[in-house]
């Protein structure tokens, strides 16, 4: 390079941060500009969820609530994250995840032998099981666990749901009738077109409170015992543990117990 074609370009350069600083300071006598500070942009966290679940996370007013929609707001701020809830058809959750569409599943999931292949599941929140929602008028027919695990009678079941699976292993003479959401299912028990309804435990519970002038009833006791959890893709162990302490942390301070009294009946 020739002296004086370096020497110019380092004239320039310096020229120009001049002009900046005079750009910044101001005629001569006015205080400085001060540039505003621009916040760098949160990490989003995905959230894929079913809104099908109440009172675990369900549609209403137009809007995404319950109980796991306030835990979803909860972590993604303790994580310092953006969060973007993601609604989906249930049965297409895992597949979603493991594509790496989304972070995590967020949709009131039972731990399960099966799942646990696919996905990696965070510590439990919540251990609950499945149970039985049945028209008043079969109280004598239906009322008892017993009675609902000997009976030949058509039970409704959302599709791909722990239910479904229970219902097949454990009450193989039933007729077994699968819905696209449990809301689907419930219509069919008004309308007589099944005589049982079987889900999670908080959300029999919610439904029987919400169709209280239906004459719905909860058979008292659960078929099982399920721990609900969060599930994140196998190899994200570094999201998987900074949730586990983010729960413990919860579960220490009483929040956890908290926001579930929040959304969940008690039985």
Aim: glycine share 8%.
């Amino acid at each position: 390079m020739k002296a004086n074609s370096m020497y110019g370009r380092i004239g320039a350069d310096i020229a120009a941060i001049l002009l900046l600083i005079g750009c910044a300071n101001g005629p001569a006598g006015e205080e400085p500009v001060m540039e505003a500070a621009v916040e760098p942009a949160l990490p989003t966290l995905s959230v894929g969820t079913s809104r099908t679940v109440p009172p675990i996370m369900f549609e209403e007013g137009g809007e995404t609530v319950g109980l796991e929609a306030d835990m979803a707001r909860e972590l993604a701020d303790a994580l310092g994250m953006k969060l973007r809830l993601v609604p989906m058809y249930w049965p297409n959750l895992i597949p979603e995840l493991r594509a790496g569409r989304i972070d995590i599943i967020m949709a009131g999931m039972s731990i399960t032998a099966e799942r646990k292949r696919e996905v990696a599941f965070t510590d439990p929140y919540l251990t609950t099981g499945q149970a039985a929602l049945i028209r008043a008028a079969d109280r004598p027919s239906l009322g008892t666990v017993r009675q609902v695990l000997a009976t030949r009678r058509p039970i409704g079941v959302e599709v791909d749901s722990t239910g479904e699976g229970f219902v097949a292993a454990s009450i193989p003479r039933a007729s077994q009738r699968s819905f696209p959401t449990v809301f689907k299912a419930v219509e069919a028990l008004l309308t007589a077109d099944v005589d049982v309804v079987i889900h999670d435990q908080p959300t029999i519970l919610w439904l029987a409170r919400e169709h209280a002038e239906d004459d719905l009833l909860v058979v008292p006791g659960r078929f099982t015992d399920e721990s609900l959890a969060w599930a994140v893709q196998r190899d994200n162990a570094v999201l998987r543990q900074s949730i586990n302490e983010i729960l413990a942390d919860w579960k220490r301070s009483g929040k956890l117990d908290e926001i579930i009294a929040r959304w969940v009946p008690a039985p």
